[in-house]
């Protein structure tokens, strides 16, 4: 069974542009949760979907936002990039309604601005 | 204060010793604990997940809630020089409630 998948990989954008990543979930999961982890920080928590509603979103700002689709895959859109938005961003995925608890992480995309 | 607060290292052991890796919480609702290991520049692995209080073993991997404490370990026996990388807590109150992480505690084992 295929974990949770992110692309791309890595991703260089210049200051002020616009980036886009993507989640595609394990397949029946209907959470997906976004986190940016800067190098040597913890996990910051930054948007949380469920069944396709925003369920909760982290202390950011309104330059981040995303989507999830009808499929439960998921997108995180970061306008009017800036250098400290460099970072690994970690998307995971949870089957909630199946009263499974835990998080499965996909690898990462790492954002370099610059 | 924080939700989750973890010691982050980072932490050195010769190989084979005993590692104990602690996170501690103030919110008592929480009721699933995580772990996970992280390898540098690569996504979280759910290495231990528990419920409640109590003990759980998987290999060389114990998981321990205490939870009038608000007090979660997670010991490694015989380390070894893969299990190098940093360690996560997690915990929620329930499904349909997010994760809460602990910042992660870096761990070298040397050969």
């Known amino acids: 069974e295929a974990g949770v998948t992110q692309s791309p990989t890595h991703l260089i954008k210049t200051r002020g542009q616009q980036a886009t990543l993507r989640c595609s979930p394990i397949?029946?999961?209907?959470?997906v949760y976004w986190y940016q982890q800067a190098l040597g920080l913890g996990l910051q928590f930054l948007l949380w979907y469920d069944e396709g509603e925003e369920r909760n979103r982290g202390n950011f700002p309104p330059r981040f936002s995303g989507r999830q689709f009808p499929n439960y895959s998921s997108e995180l859109n970061v306008n009017a990039l800036e250098l400290e938005d460099s970072a690994l961003y970690l998307c995971?995925?949870?089957?909630?309604?199946?009263?499974?608890?835990?998080?499965?992480f996909g690898q990462g995309t790492r954002l370099t601005v610059v | 204060q924080k939700e989750v607060e973890q010691d982050p290292g980072p932490l050195s052991v010769p190989e084979g010793a005993i590692v104990s890796l602690n996170c501690t919480y103030s919110n008592s609702a929480f009721q699933y604990f995580m772990w996970y290991r992280q390898y540098s520049r690569k996504g979280p692995e759910l290495l231990m997940y528990t419920y409640s209080s109590g003990n759980k073993e998987d290999g060389r991997f114990t998981a321990q809630v205490d939870k009038s404490s608000k007090y979660i370990s997670l010991f490694i026996r015989d380390s070894q020089p893969s299990d190098s990388a940093t360690y996560l807590c997690a915990m929620r109150v329930n499904t349909g409630n997010q994760f809460y992480f602990g910042t992660g505690t870096s761990l070298t084992v040397i050969p």
């Open positions: 397949s029946g999961h209907t959470s």
């Open positions: 995971a995925s949870s089957f909630d309604s199946a009263g499974n608890t835990e998080a499965f």
